[in-house]
């Protein structure tokens, strides 16, 4: 029987590839999006997937969203929490505003997203989770201390979670991605993309559609003996 995914942030970038890459491979899959409704729409129509509405810093809504995912699909077996947002600023320059923006969405968004599927998992005694944090969460980013900050809170949240949630035979696992390219990117020169890419040992950045395919992995049982783990996609960097 096909299993269900949530993936949050779908309707565009990273998201957006996992939503591809889960309903290629027979997943059951439902997306959260707030902004784009067209994005959404079109990529629903595009694979057969599930766009649900939901701002992750609306408790409420992150409910809500979970309840129809799993109205239309029966149960949810794995949950992807991508959404996030990032921002470059110099650290005295970043306002008390901007610190709780960022960890809301990014931090909280993923709280919430878990705290909504959790009592589906516990009553399964079944699932994965799997968070994307940043290889910049692990090593830190001048100019980005509050998005680094709440990168690595996510990888402690994971962790944490991964050994409170294992005797209910729920995964937990992290994903850290390396420079992407997606419009999260959009904020960074040609000249500066370049120079990532030369950082990096690959010696070129990477494609949505290879961290998805390492998410599909984390989600699917094929990492069943793997829990607690942050898995870098960053070509080396
Ligand atoms: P993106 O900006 O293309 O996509 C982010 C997604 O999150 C969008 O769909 C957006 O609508 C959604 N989102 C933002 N705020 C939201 C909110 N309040 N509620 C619901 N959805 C919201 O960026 P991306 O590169 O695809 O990033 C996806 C994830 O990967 C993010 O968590 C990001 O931090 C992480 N990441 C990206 C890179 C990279 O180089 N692109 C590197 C490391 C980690």
């Known amino acids: 029987m096909a299993q ?3 993936i949050t942030g779908g309707s565009r970038g990273i998201g957006a590839a996992c939503v591809r890459t889960f309903a290629e491979n027979g997943w059951n899959t439902a997306f959260t999006y707030s902004k784009s409704r067209e994005a ?3 990529l629903a129509g595009e694979t ?3 766009a649900l509405l939901a701002d992750q810093q609306d408790t409420a809504a992150v409910e809500l969203a979970v ?3 799993k109205a239309r699909f029966g149960t949810i077996d794995a949950v992807v929490c991508n959404a996030g947002i990032a921002e470059q600023k110099l650290f005295q320059n970043i306002t008390d505003a901007d610190w709780m923006r960022m960890l809301d969405v ?5 709280v919430r997203t878990i705290r909504a599927v959790l009592p589906e998992m516990l009553h399964n005694h079944k699932g994965s989770i799997v968070t994307v944090s940043s290889m910049w969460g692990e090593c830190g980013a001048s100019c980005e201390s509050h998005y680094s900050a709440s990168k690595a809170a996510i990888i402690g949240l994971s962790k944490s979670l991964a050994q409170e949630l294992g005797p209910s035979n729920i995964r937990v696992n992290c994903i850290a991605p390396g420079v992407i390219d997606t419009d999260m990117n959009a904020m960074h020169s040609a000249d500066t993309m370049q120079e990532l890419a030369d950082q990096t040992p690959l010696g070129r950045v990477g494609a949505a559609a290879e961290v998805a395919d390492s998410i599909l992995y984390l989600c699917s049982d094929k990492s069943s003996f793997i829990t607690g783990q942050v ?4 070509g080396g960097f």
């Open 48 to 50: 057969g997937a599930l």
């Open 67 to 69: 309840a129809e995912g």
């Open 106 to 110: 990014n931090l909280m968004g993923t």
């Open 4 to 6: 269900t995914v949530l």
């Open 40 to 42: 959404a729409d079109r």
């Open 231 to 234: 898995l870098g996609v960053t």
